[in-house]
Every structure is written in structure tokens, then in C-alpha cells.
């Protein structure tokens, strides 16, 4: 089973940056495709950003050109580097597989406001 700890959140002004981390255990963590997703209050959880074990990426299009993830396979850490930040990405963010296990980690908080 995959162990996922997220870090990284904050509150950040709009137009700001922040850089989450997912660390992650599992002896077959290069293999596996991992994505970030988050949950803002009220909606369902959606996800944000893909990358294969191959390093592969895909995501969402409210976040293309903002947005980059990726993944560090000797640490077992996957990051998302969030640039122009804006209210609309306030959410908790969450790691998990793609397609996502039923364990989730406790998921970073991210607040965009001024």
C-alpha cells in the first residue's frame, strides 16, 4: 500500500507561486503513474496534473501553462510547481495514483487571496 504525505501549502497572493511535494513509500513508486488533485469547498475532487511513471504529463486545461508536475523517482516525491495563482485554485491538494487508491493522504491546504 502507498503511503502519501503531502506538504507544501500555504497562503500565497494572487498572481503568487507555491511548490507542493507528495512524499510517497512503495517499492514500485517508478512505475506508477501519480497525479495531484485537489477539492475546494463544496465541489468534488478533481484532478489537476498527471505524470507516468515514463514522465509523461497531463493536465487540467484550468491549470495548462500554470501548472508543472513532477517527480523525483530516487526520493519517491512527486511535486507540483503552481505559478499565477489566482482565488479560483483555493482547494486542499491531495497526491494519489492515477487512477487514484482509496487511501488518501490528509492533503495540503492552498489559500489564494490578497
Known amino acids: 500500500q502507498v503511503q502519501l504525505v503531502e506538504s507544501g501549502g500555504g497562503l500565497v497572493q494572487p498572481g503568487g507561486s507555491l511548490r507542493l511535494s507528495c512524499a510517497t513509500s512503495?517499492?514500485?513508486?517508478?512505475?506508477?503513474?501519480m497525479g495531484w488533485y485537489r477539492q475546494a469547498p463544496g465541489m468534488q475532487r478533481e484532478s489537476v496534473a498527471t505524470?507516468?511513471?515514463?514522465?509523461?504529463?497531463n493536465y487540467a486545461e484550468s491549470v495548462k501553462g500554470r501548472f508543472t508536475i513532477s517527480r523525483d523517482n530516487a526520493k519517491k516525491t512527486v511535486y507540483l510547481q503552481m505559478n499565477s495563482l489566482s482565488p479560483e485554485d483555493t482547494a486542499v491538494y491531495y497526491c494519489?495514483?492515477?487512477?487514484?487508491?482509496?487511501?488518501w493522504g490528509q492533503g495540503t491546504q492552498v489559500t489564494v487571496s490578497s
Open positions: 494519489n495514483t492515477k487512477p487514484p487508491t482509496r487511501s
Open positions: 512503495g517499492s514500485i513508486f517508478s512505475i506508477l503513474a
Open positions: 505524470i507516468t511513471g515514463g514522465g509523461s504529463t
